[in-house]
């Protein structure tokens, strides 16, 4: 999405010019892509995080030279690959067959039950409850709330775009993504706060 | 999960595939060609009011620009935002740009060759000899309008390649890239805001009364032949003679200038006795999509520059040769 | 909206959490000054919440969160690497506030230097290939050919009809005004 790649790149330039919380903020953002992405080579949990703790700061250190050729997730994704790797390697594991991921693309062939047998029983449960509690949240919206917030995140449209689907002002629509998101916020908070002392 | 959400799809998408579909009616079956002339035509039947920026070289410069037309008569008013600030006015005959700070008022005549926003387009024969134009399937969002992508292919690699976003509605040029040949945008034009209809009447946009009383320079041309002049320049890579005039540049009180073209992209050879204020070496220089070449022949020194690759505004420079036995008017 | 001081205007929470919601969409700008108000006051955690639910939407496999400690330990890492100073990657900004990708520059010269040809190059001589000239700087540039360059733009521009500005500007600041 383009403006997707807007604020990476916002946040990359800032970066570069030394504001780590503009990193903090990309990691945030991308930190469950890199956790699910490393899934398919990783079983332990707790290697999970390291690797992916690992893959950030490889990132981070790399940023000067990254020039927006791409866009941030598509060298982000690159990095976690190389990063996990070399992990294997050193760690000697079985090799996997990594030729199927090299691609993006590929994420997107992830099975849709499909947590893998790779997740303790513990963190599997903490995953669907998340799932139906988002879900659950959104069918609970009243309409005009549920559309707009569908329209942003499935359909990626912008609030311009939103408004003339919507026939309402930009304003409306940013009011209307916000109270959804703080209505499906408040459904999760238990459960991000107890998932956060469970570990992944 | 996904059936929560199918509800409220079929209806979104339902609206898109209507505005989808409108477009699809009355985009394909022009040709690329077809749709530039269009361009042309736009820029001169609409009225409009908008801020556009200019970036080349990694500079930024944005304007505010008003136009309107009545009666075929048209008026067009622009503000530089950035920088120097200056007013520049335009009618059917000419142009006057007014420079606030020194109270000086520099008046130029319209050139028949072109009306904002547009490209460079002189004649379409020549245009096709050297670009292909194809319109793409693509749209994008410039200036909150939705608008239809058309590459102009340069045929070689003697002339930089264009990238075009027309707006769907109205043909307005919303964009323009000028692009290398790798392909990357060395230049770029586009408007942020655009508002069509009439907003402000053409009294609106005619200089006030006031300038009048301000410095004024009037710049004019005398048409002549470069072959009269004692210079050959025969066409190189495309590029044509489309004009030819002596006039005043800066200081200088006679120059002779010559305007050639491939069809869409422009270069200018200037022709001036040597003095002590040119280089002692030839040389060249570029900015953004513009490069100049400068040369010494004989007593003169030329000057070629344009909107074109290095070699191209080099061969230029170089295929201009003196013809023996000939004295110029140009007093030195 | 907090009633406060007229003289100090502090932006509601629920204002500060739209923005975060904005700002996630891309339909917000950046503080100009530092990130810090996003690490204050549970903005942060919004932001992540904020990612987290449309990450679900598209996703649900993506319906994970690292433990507490990975966030601690990345932080703790990150806090000991030096600060980058790399030379951003060269943009343009739109009166929007939206960065452009992608705008590579060719020959990027902001200002005019003149670089002269290999003497052997001297008229006379040519064969009709174009002339590559070679990157020696001349290091005698006189002033005045960076002005006589914009008397030449300006007469190719009103020549050529691009007066509009739509192919060349009208005119760069700091190249002073035509004669």
Redesign the interface.
Known sequence: ???????D???V?????????????L???Y???V??LLTRFIKDAAEI?DV??EA??KA??A??Q????SAFYTWLYRIVINTAKNHLATASRRPIPLSNFESEESE?F???N??SDNHTPE?VL???E??LA??EA??ALPEDL??A???????G????EIAD?MACPIGTV??R??RA??A??TR?KPL?DA?????? | MRQVFEKTRPVAAALIGLSCLAWGATGHAETGEQILLKVQQAAKQNDYEGVFTYLQAGRAQSSRIAHAHQAGQHWEKLNVLDGNPQTVYRDGKTVRIAFAEERKLVIEPVSKREHFPSIGLTDLPSLSAHYEVKAENKTERVAERDCQTVNIVPRDQSRYGYRLCIDQDTRLLLRSETLNAQGQAIEQVAFAMLRLGQTLGPDALKPPASLKDWKTQTVRYAPIKLEDEGWSLPSVLGFHRVDEVKRAVGAREQVLQALLSDGLASVSVFVEPYGEQHPTQDGSAARGAVHVVGKRKGDYWLTVLGEAPLSTVQAIADAITPISGHTSSLTR | MTMGNQAERQPSDEALRSWVSALVDGEAPLPEASLRSLGQDGLREKWDTYHLIGDVMRTPDLAVQPSASFQQRLSAQLAAEPALLAAPARRALTPKGKWMSGLAVAAAVACVTWVAAPLLMESGGETGAPGVVAAVATPAVPAAMDVAFTDYLDAHRQLSGAAGGYRMPVSWSDEGSRH
């Open positions: 999405m383009k403006a997707e790649r807007e604020i790149a916002e946040l330039e800032r970066v570069q010019r030394g504001d780590k919380q503009a990193f903090g903020l990691v945030s953002k930190q469950r892509k956790m699910r995080e992916a703790q950030f700061i981070y250190r940023l000067p990254f020039r927006g050729e997107t992830f099975e849709i499909g947590l963190s903490a995953s669907r998340i799932a988002v879900n959104i069918e549920r559309t917030i569908v329209l942003r995140e499935i359909e449209m912008s609030y311009d689907v940013r009011s993504i916000y998101r703080e499906i916020a999760l991000l998932g956060k002392d469970r570990g992944w």
